[in-house]
């Protein structure tokens, strides 16, 4: 069993559900294969993945860090790598990040502010993965 199995193993159906429209894409080959068995292993198909991704995710309550995008409490640290400059020499800082390992929602790289909430309400991030994406048949035939 390999680690992809092994993640979707401890998702209950919410998680994922919200893994499935959210991340599918970002997969290739084996990996779409094993993720699309795991949910007909699971009975479902693409009306429940829709149905269930409308579903809250049931955390514990206690748990402060929740994701903005699907509510999941499963993050992961990112590091990327900055190069600053002085006056004579370059050099890298490692920046680290949580990412959420359902949806892939980072927050530290969605910057936040006034203009940028006015922009998502009027719906200029319509393509974006802000907006939740429809999930349709062909993939489970």
Not at 102 to 111: A, T
Request: glycine share 4%; charged share 35%.
């Amino acid at each position: 069993m390999n680690e992809l199995d092994s993640f979707l193993k401890t998702l209950n159906d919410v998680e994922l559900a919200k893994f499935v429209v959210f991340r599918f894409q970002d997969f290739v080959g084996t990996s779409k294969e094993t993720i699309i068995a795991e949910a007909k292993t699971r009975n479902l198909d693409h009306i429940d993945i829709n149905w269930l991704c409308k579903q809250n995710i049931e955390t514990n309550d206690e748990i402060k860090n929740k994701c903005e995008q699907c509510g999941s409490a499963k993050f992961y640290t990112e590091t990327d790598y900055e190069m600053r400059q002085t006056n004579y020499i370059s050099y890298e800082v490692a920046i680290e990040s949580e990412r959420c390992r359902i949806c892939g929602f980072n927050p530290d790289k969605n910057s936040k502010g006034l203009l940028k909430t006015i922009k998502k309400k009027l719906g200029f991030y319509r393509k974006t993965r802000l907006k939740r994406p429809e999930i349709d048949g062909n993939m489970f035939t």
